[in-house]
């Protein structure tokens, strides 16, 4: 019957990239839509049906199509399909746990994928996410690999996304572990706009951290915090300014090859640290000052708990407690 349908078999990489974004963290019925659509308009070719055709099918057609196109592109790999859908079943419960799921997307995930076949084209270099599908099927959880999603770290920029997750490790506590997912949302309304969405879709907790000058973005979410979610606000500027001073010198030093050291009185005298760092890299005659490649090379001089402000600490430690029964954290710092 497969056959009789004209299926233009995806490639091996096209199924592992498919299947990586089934599995990522993003809403149920965005996500899966858009797969599926994509799947359906490139490879049924008895059909012909174009990517703005395929807009138009229902999602139990639009699901049943794409089922049919991934397990016959496996059988066509060589791996044999087997009658066992427990892991879909594991999929659907874990999106349910995570979203408020659409009549739409329960639709969606109803589905009959034949991951047991597929699990055979995952290893251990590909994303987290398909390992951790893998472990699904495998019935052998596996620690440190951050899925399932438990609570969700909304900040404004790259620099705590990569340094935060770093600096809880020092902490004793291993974000992984512990299912904590960071997002950069790219600027203080941006985290708005984020948690605004996130309110409605998710059924897990946020913990929010921003800026000391976003005061009309904390007003903009309070209404809207439920009461599992937290909110910290920088107590200065913004967070390359918890960064120790000493971590800072450690970092420049490694980055011009200790050409020049770099006086401590220069950081200590400073209001803010980026306009610092920015007029650093560009009397220095290094490359414009990037906040997502400093952070990476902070990242490689973190060494020790010393490389961890008081503030960095209290932060992880609100995010660790913040939902915790018996235990209040403050919306705001003092407010």
């Avoid at 839509?33 to 359906?40: A, G, M, P, S």
């Avoid at 055979?120 to 620690?143: A, C, F, H, T, Y």
């Avoid at 999603?149 to 340094?163: P, R, S």
């Amino acid at each position: 019957m497969q056959q009789k349908l004209k299926i233009k078999p995806l490639s091996k990489e096209q199924l592992i990239i498919s299947i990586d974004r089934l599995t990522r963290f993003k809403e149920t019925e965005t996500k899966y839509l858009r797969v599926f659509k994509e799947i359906v308009s490139g490879s049924l070719i008895y059909s012909r049906l174009r990517k703005n055709e395929s807009d138009i099918l229902d999602c139990n057609s639009l699901k049943n199509h794409a089922e049919n196109i991934i397990n016959y592109s496996l059988e066509n790999l060589g791996f044999t399909l087997e009658n066992d859908y427990s892991i879909n079943k594991k999929l659907y419960d874990y999106e349910n746990s995570v979203f408020h799921l659409s009549e739409n997307a329960k639709i969606l995930l109803d589905n009959r994928i034949n991951y047991k076949a597929f699990l055979g084209l995952i290893n251990e270099n590909n994303v987290i996410n398909l390992r951790w599908l893998k472990s699904l099927g495998n019935d052998k959880p596996v620690k440190n690999l951050l899925f399932p999603v438990k609570k969700v770290l909304l900040c404004e920029g790259i620099t705590e996304e990569i340094l935060l997750p770093v600096f809880a490790r020092l902490c004793g506590y291993d974000f992984n572990m512990n299912g904590i997912y960071v997002i950069s949302a790219g600027g203080k309304n941006q985290v708005v706009k984020y948690f605004y969405r996130y309110a409605e879709t998710l059924k897990i907790p946020v913990f929010i951290l921003l800026d000391k000058d976003a005061q009309d973005n904390f007003r903009e979410i309070k209404p809207k915090l439920r009461k599992d979610d937290a909110i910290h606000i920088l107590k200065c500027g913004e967070f390359e300014d918890l960064l120790p001073d000493k971590l800072i010198i450690k970092t420049l030093n490694f980055a011009i090859k200790n050409i020049s050291i770099l006086p401590v009185n220069e950081i200590k005298q400073t209001t803010s640290k980026v306009e610092f760092l920015e007029e650093f890299f560009k009397h220095r005659g290094m490359h414009e000052f990037k906040k997502s490649e400093f952070a990476q090379l902070v990242k490689n001089n973190i060494s020790s708990n010393e490389d961890v402000s008081g503030e960095i600490r209290e932060i992880i430690s609100e995010l660790q407690n913040s939902n915790k029964k018996g235990t209040k954290v403050p919306l705001q710092n003092g407010v």
